[in-house]
């Protein structure tokens, strides 16, 4: 049987390569995570808000929250944290 890693690996992985590496390397972990069996909403909002914080990009960072919004369309929780973004941007 093959383990996957948890989604929290991805998320943790994400920052310390954007820290580290840069925003291409973050961008990087996150395609390999779309690709793994354990991704969850979770890493998609993560990988969002990296994009729109640290980046400065709200572009990408909804492009994000779009692709994850088609994969976990009934994904409460990330849908609240899609809403609040759209929210931040219309504050701005």
Do not use: W
């Amino acid at each position: 049987e093959k383990k996957h890693p948890c989604p929290l690996l991805f998320i943790q992985f994400q920052h310390f390569e954007r820290r580290v590496d840069g925003i291409a390397a973050a961008r990087a972990v996150f395609r390999r995570a779309r690709q793994s069996a354990a991704c969850d909403s979770t890493v998609f909002a993560t990988a969002a808000n990296i994009e729109f914080h640290n980046n400065k990009d709200p572009r990408v960072a909804r492009n994000v929250f779009e692709l994850g919004l088609k994969r976990f369309p009934r994904d409460v929780g990330f849908i609240v944290q899609y809403m609040r973004f759209l929210e931040h941007l219309n504050e701005d």
